[in-house]
T-cell receptor, first 114, second 114 residues
C-alpha cells in the first residue's frame, strides 16, 4: 500500500540555520503531497502542498518540490526561527491505492534554539 | 470561532470504562475523520464519514464506535477501555473524500487510561 517515510528526529538547529527534513513516498498513480505542522498542544495544520510532479509548494518561508523521479518531497527553509519549533508531518493522498485517506509519515520533531 | 472543535480536551479514566469524545465542524464540509496519535506522534486514520455515511473503517476494534448524527458532527464512543487506548484522538474534516485535499484538525482529545 501507499506509504510515507520521513527522516528520524529530533532535529535540533540554531536560529537562522538552514533546515531540510527529508520525505520519500511510495504510491501508485498520481498522489498529492502535503506538509502539515503540529505546534505544541495543538492540532495539525496544513503548511504547504503540491498536486503534481515538479510543483513547488511554499508558505511562511518553507518550500518543498514534488519530485516524481526520486519519489521525494523534502521540506526546506533558509533561516529557521524559534517559533518554527514543532512536529512536521509529510503526507500523501489520492494515490491509486488509498482513495479517501491522507497517509502520514511518522513525523519529525524540530527544535530551534536561540 | 473554532472551525473543528472537540470535547473533552483531556480525559482520564479507568480500564474497563466507557467514554465518548464529541466533534463538531462549522466549515460546511461533507467529510469528517477520526485519527489516533500514539505516544511517538504517529498518526493513523481510524474512520471517515462522508455525509453521515461510513467510508473508511481501518481495522479498528469493535469497541470503537463512531456515530455521525449529521454531517457537522462525528462522535467517537469507546467501550471497555484498555491501557493501549491511551493516545491523542484528533477529529478532522475536509471538503470531499475522493482525493482528500486539505484536512482541518481539531486540537485533539488526550485520553489516558489507568
Amino acid at each position: 500500500g501507499d506509504s510515507v517515510t520521513q527522516m528520524e528526529g529530533p532535529v535540533t538547529l540554531s536560529e537562522e540555520a538552514f533546515l531540510t527534513i527529508n520525505c520519500t513516498y511510495t504510491a501508485t498513480g498520481y498522489p498529492s503531497l502535503f506538509w502539515y505542522v503540529q505546534y505544541p498542544g495543538e492540532g495539525l495544520q496544513l503548511l504547504l502542498k503540491a498536486t503534481k510532479a515538479d510543483d513547488k509548494g511554499s508558505n511562511k518561508g518553507f518550500e518543498a518540490t514534488y519530485r516524481k523521479e526520486t519519489t521525494s518531497f523534502h521540506l526546506e527553509k533558509g533561516s529557521v526561527q524559534v517559533s518554527d519549533s514543532a512536529v512536521y508531518f509529510c503526507a500523501l493522498s489520492g494515490g491509486s491505492g488509498n482513495t479517501g485517506k491522507l497517509i502520514f509519515g511518522q513525523g519529525t520533531t524540530l527544535q530551534v534554539k536561540p | 470561532d473554532t472551525a473543528v472543535s472537540q470535547t473533552p480536551k483531556y480525559l482520564v479514566t479507568q480500564m474497563g470504562n466507557d467514554k465518548s469524545i464529541k466533534c463538531e465542524q462549522n466549515l460546511g464540509h461533507d467529510t469528517m475523520y477520526w485519527y489516533k496519535q500514539d505516544s511517538k506522534k504517529f498518526l493513523k486514520i481510524m474512520f471517515s464519514y462522508n455525509n453521515k455515511e461510513l467510508i473508511i473503517n481501518e481495522t479498528v476494534p469493535n469497541r470503537f464506535s463512531p456515530k455521525s448524527p449529521d454531517k457537522a458532527h462525528l462522535n467517537l464512543h469507546i467501550n471497555s477501555l484498555e491501557l493501549g487506548d491511551s493516545a491523542v484522538y484528533f477529529c478532522a474534516s475536509s471538503q470531499g473524500y475522493q482525493n482528500t485535499g486539505e484536512l482541518f484538525f481539531g486540537e485533539g482529545s488526550r485520553l489516558t487510561v489507568l
